[in-house]
């Protein structure tokens, strides 16, 4: 009788276990569907896609406002960061170093040519233009440090890489962080001379056909030179996106195959430049808590660490205007999480992402 009760007793153990579990569970998605609900309610506006995957696989994914998985969105200056993808993969093939002096690989722009000329211009390097470092005095992310938006007035210009080359010198090379668009295209005309290959043929070959992307993307172009936009405008679908992100997430491999190397990808995603006036994404989405830090920059990449009920977590990501990101989160089982979005041109709307992450897709996460 004994015997019995115990056994009894076990299996009730054990059904209170999985009755917890699924509780638990119900609770958990629950948070999932809550922000969705909340996205088609309005309550965060002009989101059209949001997509996550863990340890390589599918787990959410949901479009709104007509958009759908193969939809192209322009995903702005998260073009810049799959151009530091590109030039990565350039210093991978000896192509040139980050250390490299930027004139050596483009001869056709001399102090002869080069308006505003100034001896401190033969000193920018790649990792330069690769940390928004170069001195050339441009400024877009801030808007108020008293130095012109020079990617609005780029596209006016005939050569928008010696546009970006002409402009007068501010600070020495790695003396200030300036974000500014004319860096990564000076980058992409490196890529493209240095490897004698168009950007979209560069990238084709190297970055996307590895990933098995072959469709739903293009890159802008300028049609008076024949250069192509290495600094915003590239249209993607969500899905690519989270391709991308999955290959980066796994240090540079992809399928089994190395498409950059682990070096290049803890270079991209490093922490080397503390972004001025203190600034959180989080904090501008309107989270914030106790020893709050500043967000840091790599090439092209950002990082900030989130604490969420006493844990620290650290992300990595892209930004680009109009809310649209591709952000990984190594520590909680390799997430992946892409957002789209269209609030263009609204510096705390296209933050926003970062509020549905801290009050609904980390807590859900941590809690799984």
């Known amino acids: 009788m004994k015997k019995l009760t115990n056994t009894v007793l076990s299996l009730f153990s054990i059904l209170l276990f999985f009755s917890a579990c699924k509780k638990k569970t119900s609770e958990e998605t629950n948070l999932i569907t809550t922000l969705f609900s909340k996205i088609e309610n309005g ?40 151009t530091a993808l590109l030039a990565g993969i350039a210093v991978d093939k000896g192509l040139f170093t980050v250390n490299d002096p930027v004139l050596t690989h483009l001869p056709q722009y001399t102090k002869e040519n080069i308006q505003q000329w100034d001896p401190r ?14 001195g050339i005095g441009c400024e877009q992310f801030f808007g108020d440090m008293g130095f012109p938006d020079c990617e609005d007035k780029m596209f006016d210009q005939k050569d928008w890489v010696k546009y970006g080359l002409d402009q007068v010198m501010a600070y020495n090379p790695k003396e200030k962080w300036l974000y500014t668009g004319t860096a990564p295209m000076i980058m992409g005309a490196v890529i493209s001379e240095s490897s004698q ?27 008076m030179t024949g250069r192509y936009f290495t600094a915003g405008s590239l249209r993607i679908s969500p899905r690519n996106m989270l391709t991308i992100g999955t ?42 808590w106790e020893g709050q830090e500043a967000a840091t920059y790599g090439y092209y990449w950002y990082t900030e660490k989130a604490k969420i009920d006493g844990r620290e977590i650290t992300l990595k990501f892209t930004f680009g205007n109009g809310g649209n990101y591709i ?30 992450l801290y009050k609904y897709i980390l807590p859900y996460f941590l809690a799984s």
């Open 197 to 223: 290959t168009s950007i979209p043929d560069f990238a084709a070959k190297h970055l996307f056909t590895p990933l098995n992307i072959t469709d739903n993307y293009w890159w802008l172009q300028n049609r």
């Open 327 to 356: 952000i990984l989160v190594p520590e909680l089982n390799n997430l992946v999480v892409v957002f789209t979005g269209s609030n263009y041109g609204k510096p705390i709307l296209n933050k926003q992402p970062f509020d549905m």
């Open 43 to 82: 309550d965060y506006p002009a989101t059209n896609a949001i997509l996550i995957s863990q340890n390589d696989s599918l787990v959410f994914e949901k479009y709104f406002n007509g958009y759908g998985k193969d939809s192209l969105q322009d995903v702005r200056s998260t073009t810049k960061s799959i």
């Open 121 to 134: 211009k033969s000193q920018i390097t790649i990792q330069d233009l690769l940390t928004m470092r170069t």
């Open 247 to 288: 290959m980066v997430i796994n240090k540079g491999k992809y399928n089994g195959q190395q498409v950059i190397s682990e070096k290049m990808i803890d270079e991209i995603t490093s922490e080397i430049v503390r972004l001025p006036q203190n600034y959180s994404f989080f904090d501008t989405a309107g989270n914030s």
